[in-house]
């Protein structure tokens, strides 16, 4: 819902226009989202019942990427999420709260598997959740910001710009902005996967 998003999807420059212009076209997109029977979750894991996860680089970077793959198998969009330690927070649009589910369950089976290939094992036992439903725009705002934050609340070393196994900075991707006109085969990976995951959701 940020001004970047807006200019991609109606070819305006909306730096022209006043707060309460942007406010009110972010509103009617939301509302319109509704209307086309769309809907917005917040799937979160409990983390302390939950053992760790992810404890090393390459667990993170797998989570990540594998939250990409799992978001088009599954027709779901990720408006944003944060991998923490023991937890996981995903906020997603999609068709109903079962599509959430089945979007989780994706995740942690192929999460499972991922592990028991490498020879390790996590326990998954809780992993699981009930999607809250996100009803309107301010909700959703707010369960956004609380995403982005998570990991600077348990680490306040990690800055929502500098943690990198969540959207956080890359949320209204100033990144691909910076970069509008490159070819995507040049980016980085890692600029790849959060190009893919927060400008085209589910695409990978």
């Known amino acids: 819902m940020g001004t970047s998003s807006f200019i991609q999807n109606h070819g305006e420059n909306l730096r022209l226009h006043s707060f309460n212009e942007k406010e009110n076209r972010c509103r009617a997109i939301f509302e319109d989202a509704l209307r086309q029977g769309r809907s917005f979750w917040h799937v979160c894991t409990p983390g302390n019942s939950q053992y760790i996860i992810f404890d090393s680089p390459e667990d993170y970077k797998f989570g990540t990427i ?88 348990v680490d306040p070393d990690q800055t929502p710009f500098s943690f990198p196994y969540g959207a956080n900075a890359y949320y209204f991707n100033p990144f691909a902005k910076s970069r509008r006109g490159e070819l995507f085969g040049d980016l980085s990976d890692r600029a790849k996967i959060y190009v893919q995951i927060i400008q085209r959701p589910g695409v990978i």
Do not use: W
């Open 66 to 153: 594998l939250a990409a793959v799992c978001s088009y198998d599954a027709g779901v969009r990720i408006i944003t999420f944060e991998l923490m330690s023991n937890h996981v927070h995903f906020i997603l649009d999609c068709s109903g709260k079962e599509d959430a589910s089945s979007f989780l369950d994706l995740y942690r089976k192929r999460l499972t598997k991922y592990f028991q290939t490498n020879g390790e094992s996590r326990d998954f036992r809780d992993f699981n959740a009930d999607p809250i439903p996100i009803t309107t725009l301010e909700s959703l705002r707010n369960q956004i910001c609380y995403t982005n934050r998570n990991n600077f609340v």
